[in-house]
């Protein structure tokens, strides 16, 4: 059973459809890649999915479980966000936010979780540190670890590699491979084809309408598949 399904689904501002009639899916375990030009309606999707903005036609449905205190979202980092003076143990632990219900303090189970996130991704020792401090790496693993304490069962990640160097950018993919491995749904914007074509299960290219959705080796097998991707950088890993 989907863990998230859309029907017919239109995504856009006020009465602008941006993208329309979207019909996708996202099982648990799969890795998902939205691709397409600039300005092709990938981050207001994933805004609709996270119903931080309304539809403007078709259906959005979770299944097999999934509630919303489970969906880990990492946005794009705006320049406020870079510089958002609070520790890194703060960053994770607003993460729980969401599950703590009509309390108004965080209690041990939160606390745990943060700690648990914080091992895994290996950033223990920079739980006291200001988040404005490091580096774009550093900071994409804590916001990463805060998206984590939703529960984690999908993730929806905005471009999250944008203005990473190599060797961070690598880090990053290594750790949500192994999340996916876990069993994690991931939703990831990319403008990185090699990554794409790489990791991803599937691939969802959008362009004003649903250009195509399904695995990755049969997208492959397009000619729009081949032409976009040797395009964009990945023409080595088809």
Known sequence: MPLLQCKNLTVGYDT???VSDLNFEVCRGDYLCIIGENGAGKSTLLRTLLHLQPPL???IQYGDGLRARQIGYLPQQTAAQKDFPATVYEV???GCLGGIGHRFFFGKAERRRVEDMLARLDITHLCDRCFRELSGGQQQRVLLARAL???GKLLL??????????MATQNFYDIIEKLNADGRAVIMI???MKAAVRYA???LHIGGKQLFFGRTADYLNTARGRAFTAANGGQDDV
């Open 149 to 151: 304490c939703t529960e």
């Open 190 to 192: 990319t403008h990185d």
């Open 57 to 59: 036609g078709g259906q």
């Open 92 to 94: 994770v632990l607003s």
């Open 157 to 166: 990640l905005d471009e999250p590699t944008a203005g990473l160097d190599p």
């Open 16 to 18: 602008h459809a941006v």
């Open 201 to 203: 299960s599937h691939i």
